[in-house]
Antibody
Framework: EVQLVESGGGLVQPGRSLRLSCTAS????????????MNWVRQAPGKGLEWVGF??????????EYAASVTGRFTISRDDSNAIAYLQMNSLKPEDTAVYYC??????????????WGKGTTVTVSS | DIQMTQSPSSLSASVGDRVTITCRAS??????LNWYQQQAGKAPKLLIY???SLESGVPSRFSGSGSGTDFTLTINSLQPEDFATYYC?????????FGQGTRLAIK
């Protein structure tokens, strides 16, 4: 069974940076991290889900896509040798306060869906 | 961006009931629609992908249908663990968007 564990959350002042990590395990279940696109979703307190962005696997150039609300401030990267995905968050704003979830992103004929979720890590942006 | 609108935003039902949740897209998205369940205090869980395909391990009382702009999630014979919030999500383009969520509460 694939498991994802997010880490790196915490309290940060507006304008500062934070890097979240998502570590995958369970490769003996047939899951190959390097073949999987990885995705981030966030949820502000008491609110719904908001997609943040994703990174394709290296076969697709490890290219990235981002929501408009984070473009230019957030960067997703990956370390396939250690099965870790990262979310680098710069110029943080109070409205970035949320639980951040890492997910795998699978597809059927490019119909993408978020099939495995981590438990999330909390980011609070406040002075 | 493609806007996803769910209805209702909340509903109450009893164990054993059948409920339907609707999701409407602001433009045609073919069958690029997924459904997730989020129980209180937990991470979301994939239920349905590609509008009508049941994710492995998800009970068969859950079903999805629709294409184009209108989609439904149906839960037959509600069980206590089904009282949760449900979200639809489109992947027609790579700027994914979620619906605002439908909270299903016990009557």
């Amino acid at each position: 069974e694939v498991q994802l564990v997010e880490s790196g959350g915490g309290l940060v002042q507006p304008g500062r940076s934070l890097r979240l990590s998502c570590t995958a395990s369970g490769t003996d279940s047939g899951f190959t991290f390097s073949d999987s696109a990885m995705n981030w979703v966030r949820q502000a307190p008491g609110k719904g889900l908001e997609w943040v962005g994703f990174i394709r696997d290296k076969a697709f150039g490890a290219t990235t896509e981002y929501a408009a609300s984070v473009t230019g401030r957030f960067t997703i990267s990956r370390d396939d040798s250690n099965a870790i995905a990262y979310l680098q968050m710069n110029s943080l704003k109070p409205e970035d306060t949320a639980v951040y979830y890492c997910t795998t992103l699978s597809d059927v004929y490019y119909n993408y869906f978020m099939d495995v979720w981590g438990k999330g890590t909390t980011v609070t942006v406040s002075s | 961006d493609i806007q996803m609108t769910q209805s209702p935003s909340s509903l109450s039902a009893s164990v054993g009931d059948r409920v339907t949740i609707t999701c409407r897209a602001s433009q045609s998205i073919a069958n690029y629609l997924n459904w997730y369940q989020q129980q209180a205090g937990k991470a979301p869980k994939l239920l349905i992908y590609a509008a009508s395909s049941l994710e492995s391990g998800v009970p068969s009382r859950f079903s999805g249908s629709g294409s184009g702009t209108d989609f439904t999630l149906t839960i037959n014979s509600l069980q206590p663990e089904d009282f949760a919030t449900y979200y639809c999500q489109q992947s027609y383009n790579t700027l994914f968007t979620f619906g605002q969520g439908t909270r299903l509460a016990i009557k």
